[in-house]
């Protein structure tokens, strides 16, 4: 099994920007499709952007489209996601996912392996 480590959180003003990574040891990381999701306090864990074994393919949320992207270096075992124009709703605990699976998914409940999180605050 894969296990997987975020990094990258932290506080940033409104209108910032953060890039998170996500490292991935035990498997390689090109075995799985990646996912970003996020949850807020005393909310569910929301989907946010998912990108393929070969990143061939992205697919956002649209609370995050235009903003946010997802890439991946397989070579270094890492996806990432740069969030530019923060907003303070986009205050969570970030989480990236693995997918076994052959198709992409939305859905948290398809993804396998999952990280520990990391706090994202953005201050008004």
């Known amino acids: 099994q894969v296990q997987l480590v975020e990094s990258g959180g932290g506080l940033v003003q409104a209108g910032g920007s953060l890039r998170l990574s996500c490292l991935a040891s035990g498997r390689p990381l090109s075995s799985y499709s990646m996912g970003w999701f996020r949850q807020a306090p005393g909310k569910e864990r929301d989907f946010l952007a998912v990108?393929?074994?070969?990143?061939?393919?992205?697919y956002y949320a649209d609370s995050v489209k235009g903003r946010f992207t997802i890439s991946r270096d397989n070579a270094k075992n890492t996806v990432y996601l740069q969030m530019n124009s923060l907003k303070p709703e986009d205050t969570a605990v970030y989480y990236c996912?693995?997918?076994?699976?052959?198709?992409?998914?939305?859905?948290?409940?398809?993804?396998?392996?999952w990280g520990q999180g990391t706090q994202v605050t953005v201050s008004s």
């Open positions: 990108i393929t074994r070969n990143s061939g393919t992205t």
């Open positions: 996912a693995a997918d076994r699976g052959p198709l992409v998914s939305t859905t948290e409940y398809k993804y396998d392996y």
